[in-house]
């Protein structure tokens, strides 16, 4: 299982509070965007918040980190970090924050 932190207002729209736990099936690597398709089909009112829904791009201002770094501009097809994978540090999505 996958452990996968979500910001409030993402949480609220899915209606689930703390970390949620997500299953990742299939064969191959752990990646970002397998993990990002397991949370759009357990929460599918998610579709489109985090990614567009057409292009698969990261929304402008959602952040990806995991192990204390920022994987944001990683490509979505690269592994996850072990530790994720394992369960032992979550995969953290963020709403980032502009302006001054």
């Given at each position: 299982?996958?452990?996968?932190?979500?910001p409030a207002h993402l949480k609220t729209l899915a209606h689930v509070t703390g970390e949620v736990a997500i299953e990742v099936t299939g064969d191959g690597p752990v990646t970002?965007?397998?993990?990002?398709?397991?949370?759009?089909?357990?929460?599918?009112?998610?579709?489109?918040?985090?990614?567009?829904?057409?292009?698969?791009?990261?929304?402008?201002?959602?952040?990806?980190?995991?192990?204390?770094?920022?994987?944001?501009?990683?490509?979505?097809?690269?592994?996850?970090?072990?530790?994720?994978?394992?369960?032992?540090?979550?995969?953290?999505?963020?709403?980032?924050?502009?302006?001054?």
């Amino acid at each position: 299982m996958i452990r996968v932190v979500l910001p409030a207002h993402l949480k609220t729209l899915a209606h689930v509070t703390g970390e949620v736990a997500i299953e990742v099936t299939g064969d191959g690597p752990v990646t970002q965007r397998r993990v990002l398709d397991a949370i759009e089909a357990r929460y599918p009112m998610l579709l489109g918040t985090i990614r567009d829904r057409h292009s698969g791009k990261r929304r402008p201002f959602v952040r990806f980190y995991a192990c204390e770094e920022d994987l944001s501009n990683e490509s979505p097809d690269a592994p996850l970090p072990e530790r994720v994978t394992r369960g032992e540090e979550p995969f953290i999505v963020l709403g980032a924050m502009a302006g001054g």
